[in-house]
């Protein structure tokens, strides 16, 4: 019988690149609740377990970016156990030279925590060190299949930091860049222009340390 993949959810193409290889099914959520979803129903039940990976937001102030965090449950639209001795193993594989992933609880759900006001509220209340919007959905339908489900993820935006607006709009369904809604939101409101310039600088960032480590994951 042939060995089921690990199905590997992330928001964007982008991050789900750095980690594909043989025994990896990769799915971008693109920031649409229905057609991550209906990817899952379809995906979970030809897997043998769920990684929610790619690049999330620090609600911990004592996070940097480039950091990565595992997940031990999630909070948000989905409450639930994350499986930490899975993600520890997975995070055993970074070998990246930088600090000793996180571990703790990521607050997931379907909007963007954008301020840096909204993710000190969500720390203090919650005990999260990080935040994304595909967690959740991932996380709930490991669970109705009986699979076992973690979180590896790379700091992309720390808890000081205020996201432009743009940021919010910037994915497509199926994880690509929308770059007509970036623009109108830049027309419609000019002023977030270096603030945009600044966050696209430090998702690069995160995004080198998301590839380095990507290719290492996942690969025996």
């Keep these: 019988m042939p060995v089921k993949p690990i199905l590997v959810v992330t928001g964007t193409r982008r991050e789900a690149q750095t980690i594909a290889g043989p025994g990896v099914v990769t799915l971008a959520g693109g920031g649409s609740r229905a057609r991550l979803l209906a990817e899952l129903d379809r995906l979970v039940p030809q897997s043998c377990g769920v990684l929610s990976y790619g690049m999330a937001g620090a609600l911990d102030p004592g996070l940097r970016l480039g950091d990565w965090v595992v997940g031990t449950a999630i909070t948000g639209d989905w409450q639930g156990a994350c499986d930490g001795a899975f993600g520890i193993a997975l995070a055993q594989r970074l070998r990246t030279g930088r600090r000793l992933p996180a571990q703790g609880a990521i607050h997931a759900c379907d909007r963007l925590i954008a301020s840096a006001a909204e993710k000190a509220e969500l720390h203090?209340?919650?005990?999260?060190?990080?935040?994304?919007?595909?967690?959740?959905?991932?996380?709930?339908?490991?669970?109705?299949?009986?699979?076992?489900?973690?979180?590896?993820?790379?700091?992309?935006?720390?808890?000081?930091?205020?996201?432009?607006?743009?940021?919010?709009?910037?994915?497509?369904?199926?994880?690509?860049?929308?770059?007509?809604?970036?623009?109108?939101?830049?027309?419609?409101?000019?002023?977030?222009?270096?603030?945009?310039?600044?966050?696209?600088?430090?998702?690069?960032?995160?995004?080198?340390?998301?590839?380095l480590g990507g290719g290492r994951v996942l690969r025996s």
Excluded at 155 to 160: M, N, Q, T, W
Excluded at 171 to 182: D, E, S, T, V, Y
């Design 124 to 211: 203090a209340a919650t005990g999260a060190i990080a935040t994304d919007m595909e967690s959740h959905i991932a996380a709930a339908a490991a669970a109705r299949h009986g699979l076992r489900f973690t979180v590896l993820r790379c700091i992309s935006d720390e808890a000081a930091a205020d996201l432009p607006p743009a940021i919010a709009v910037a994915m497509k369904p199926g994880g690509g860049l929308a770059p007509g809604r970036i623009l109108w939101s830049l027309l419609t409101r000019p002023g977030q222009l270096p603030a945009l310039l600044r966050t696209t600088r430090r998702f690069k960032a995160a995004y080198g340390t998301l590839a």
